[in-house]
T-cell receptor
Framework: NAGVTQTPKFRVLKTGQSMTLLCAQDMNHEYMYWYRQDPGMGLRLIHYSVGEGTTAKGEVPDGYNVSRLKKQNFLLGLESAAPSQTSVYFC???????????????????FGPGTRLTVL | GNSVTQMEGPVTLSEEAFLTINCTYTATGYPSLFWYVQYPGEGLQLLLKATKADDKGSNKGFEATYRKETTSFHLEKGSVQVSDSAVYFCALSAPGRRALTFGSGTRLQVQP
């Protein structure tokens, strides 16, 4: 199993250009996520999906769009890139588990290797 | 809301030293707790986890115990190696929330 893969690994854009980041997982996970990682700020959730055909906003969704047309793929789009979007982007997937007594919510996530994006 | 607070780094240790990275959390309900590790240039990997109070997660010599009374999940290792140099993230998942809540990360540097 390849796990979670991301393409491309690196990209440099000029302000105003557009691009799409692709995430693929082969674990049959229902949930998929896009995070961005900036120095000193941990990971922040951009968008997520709880199943094929569904998407939802996270903490920092502005300037990004997503689509989940197939269960195994989750695309992140930048329509008009800005320097503030320079970051490392991580995709993740999970299959959340709830115990029989509903008292546990184990949402272990599996991460891709990341895409380093620079916007000039 | 949910939040995770980690000690700020970098933490610099000599090889074979004892490691503690503090992590405290606030959450509603009964969260699950995680430690992820990120090696240079790589994505995050799960290091260990605990899903209920008093559980101890362990892996590769690292340990952390889920302490509900102190809302903590401190990471420990008895003898660190140079290869443990990485950024460590504490995180939680809680009922009603679809994503993990991460701390800001703690960079560990181990010197020979």
């Amino acid at each position: 199993n390849a796990g979670v893969t991301q393409t491309p690994k690196f990209r440099v854009l000029k302000t105003g250009q557009s691009m799409t980041l692709l995430c693929a997982q082969d674990m049959n996970h229902e949930y998929m996520y896009w995070y961005r990682q900036d120095p000193g700020m941990g990971l922040r959730l951009i968008h997520y999906s709880v199943g094929e055909g569904t998407t939802a906003k996270g903490e920092v969704p502005d300037g990004y769009n997503v689509s989940r047309l197939k269960k195994q793929n989750f695309l992140l789009g930048l329509e008009s890139a800005a320097p503030s979007q320079t970051s490392v982007y991580f995709c993740a997937s999970s299959y959340p588990r709830t115990a029989l007594n509903l008292a546990v919510f184990d949402n272990e996530q599996f991460f891709g290797p990341g895409t380093r994006l620079t916007v000039l | 809301g949910n939040s995770v607070t980690q000690m700020e780094g970098p933490v610099t240790l000599s090889e074979e030293a004892f490691l503690t990275i503090n992590c405290t959390y606030t959450a509603t309900g009964y969260p699950s707790l995680f430690w992820y590790v990120q090696y240079p240039g790589e994505g995050l990997q799960l290091l260990l986890k605990a899903t209920k109070a008093d559980d101890k997660g362990s892996n590769k010599g690292f340990e952390a115990t889920y302490r509900k009374e102190t809302t903590s999940f401190h990471l420990e290792k008895g003898s660190v190696q140079v290869s443990d140099s990485a950024v460590y993230f504490c995180a939680l998942s809680a009922p009603g929330r679809r994503a993990l809540t991460f701390g800001s990360g703690t960079r560990l540097q181990v010197q020979p």
